[in-house]
């Protein structure tokens, strides 16, 4: 498998490991992942869940532990790049970028809405930053707003699929309808786009696709449509260096095809996850909020079913029957708790 090149970083694999929150991805699974050759990432989303300032003063939680787990990363992949994935729902979008900008943060990639003042943040750091797109109406009005406004293009892009986990940039009713052959013609279209850039300012643009990739073949096939590299999740949950609970891994490990299921998250969003006891219950109950986080722009105390923050936490921790178990469409795949060593051995 070849190298994959994003300006002068070169990563040995061209494996990027999809950033997870709340706690699913930080310092030591991206650390490990950066170690063995490909891009570890940290998710910022209430990252400092477990930091004591975090019931009182979630700002300033989540700005210590982007810098402690950055830092953290470093060390175990011995300071090879390492990247974060900042939502753009975030309230606190521009803080995280700032913070991790400072903090030496190699890459930034941003979803979860259209990161168009990206660049700005980031400013001449040095950063590199990836958009993450679903469509090739996203990336269009990405690109273009980039070159516009800041004469800059994407150091690379990230196609994520209908098959992936979390929050998805899909319609609810679009991921049920459309198969694997129509969205392979939309990454080759979105390929297209971004060779016209790439064109336009003399760079390569790295394309990594995502979304539903769990062994070497599905690797290969993402390759084989044109893609330079990809981005995995969910295999990297079922690891002995992932940040969340024994707890967590062991229900993907438990968990069954039927029991992936889309839900639509509190925030408007629809997502993919673990059916369990909590989200059966919250089909029928609205739970006490009892604390507003402060995460998502698009939450509204007083109307949502559920506070994703808490359930995540509680997920994160162990307290999986009372979480939001967010996952890939493939998570049940795993069966076993592997290393991210032999995890990339396999996917060398």
């Not at 996203?138 to 707003?145: G, K, N, S």
């Not at 890939?328 to 708790?337: H, L, Q, S, T, V």
Request: net charge negative; aromatic share 6%.
């Amino acid at each position: 498998m070849k190298s994959l090149r994003i300006g002068d970083i070169t990563l040995e694999k061209p494996i990027i490991q999809g950033g997870m929150g709340v706690g699913v991805s930080r310092g030591r699974l991206a650390g490990a992942v950066s170690a063995c050759g490909g891009l570890g990432v940290i998710s910022s989303a209430q990252i400092g869940y477990d930091e004591p300032e975090f019931a009182t003063d979630q700002v300033l939680a989540n700005e210590k532990a982007i810098r402690k787990h950055i830092a953290l990363a470093k060390k175990i992949s011995g300071d090879k790049p390492v990247g974060i994935n900042i939502m753009v729902a975030l309230k606190h979008y521009e803080d995280h970028v700032r913070t991790a900008v400072d903090a030496g943060v190699d890459v930034i990639i941003s979803g979860a809405g259209l990161p168009m003042r990206l660049p700005e943040y980031v400013g001449d750091s040095g950063c590199k930053i990836a958009p993450i797109v679903s469509s090739v109406k996203a990336a269009q009005i990405i690109l273009r707003q980039w070159k516009k406004k800041y004469c800059r293009t994407a150091d690379f892009i990230v196609i994520e699929g209908p098959k992936a986990g979390g929050h998805l940039g899909f319609k609810k009713e679009d991921i049920a309808t459309i198969t694997a052959e129509q969205y392979e013609q939309e990454i080759k279209n979105i390929i297209q786009v971004v060779r016209e850039y790439e064109q336009e300012f003399a760079c390569k643009i790295p394309v990594i696709v995502a979304g539903g990739i769990f062994d070497h073949k599905d690797i290969e096939h993402a390759l084989e449509i044109g893609a330079d590299g990809v981005q995995i999740a969910s295999r990297f949950v079922a690891t002995e260096e992932c940040d969340a609970s024994d707890a967590y891994k062991q229900a993907y490990i438990n968990a069954k095809a039927e029991d992936i299921t889309i839900v639509m998250s509190p925030v408007g969003m629809p997502g993919r996850a673990i059916l369990n006891p909590f989200l059966e219950k919250v089909k029928t109950e609205k739970c006490k909020i009892k604390h507003c986080y402060q995460c998502i722009v698009t939450c509204d105390k007083k109307t949502i079913p559920y506070c994703i923050t808490e359930a995540l936490v509680n997920a994160a921790e162990g307290r999986v029957d009372e979480g939001l178990l967010f996952c890939g469409e493939n998570a049940y795949r795993a069966d076993k708790i592997e290393t991210v060593a032999e995890i990339m051995e396999e996917f060398r």
